[in-house]
């Protein structure tokens, strides 16, 4: 059974740092694309950042140059590092998974997903 894991979301104050892990289990993932997406309240899910296969990494404009994806193969794990967080980035964060590396992949491109995470950014 595959799952995604998500963890370390919670409250901070804006300008602050938030570190999200995914632990992904049931198959290897080095070969898929991880990355995250979010979901604000009222809005349509919305692509956060990808980490291809082969290393290639891309974000959406609105978390370019604050927000940092890293993963473990070795570990089956994914990693977003937020940092100069602002009050609109408020929203639940899932860890997701897919067999094609594409640069803005949408919902429907991802395989795998995990439950998310909640973080809430205060001003």
């Known amino acids: 059974q595959v799952q995604l894991v998500e963890s370390g979301g919670g409250l901070v104050q804006a300008g602050g740092s938030l570190r999200l892990s995914c632990a992904a289990s049931?198959?290897?993932?080095?070969?898929?694309?991880m990355g995250w997406f979010r979901q604000a309240p009222g809005k349509e899910r919305e692509f956060v950042g990808i980490?291809?296969?082969?290393?290639?990494?891309y974000y959406a404009d609105s978390v370019k140059g604050r927000f940092t994806i890293s993963r473990d193969n070795a570990k089956n794990t994914v990693y977003l590092q937020m940092n100069s967080l602002k009050p609109e980035d408020t929203a639940v964060y899932y860890c997701?998974?897919?067999?094609?590396?594409?640069?803005?992949?949408?919902?429907?491109?991802?395989?795998?997903w995990g439950k998310g995470t909640l973080v809430t950014v205060s001003s």
């Open positions: 997701t998974a897919g067999p094609r590396n594409l640069p803005n992949p949408r919902v429907y491109d991802m395989t795998y």
């Open positions: 049931g198959r290897t993932f080095s070969t898929y694309a």
């Open positions: 980490r291809w296969s082969i290393g290639s990494t």
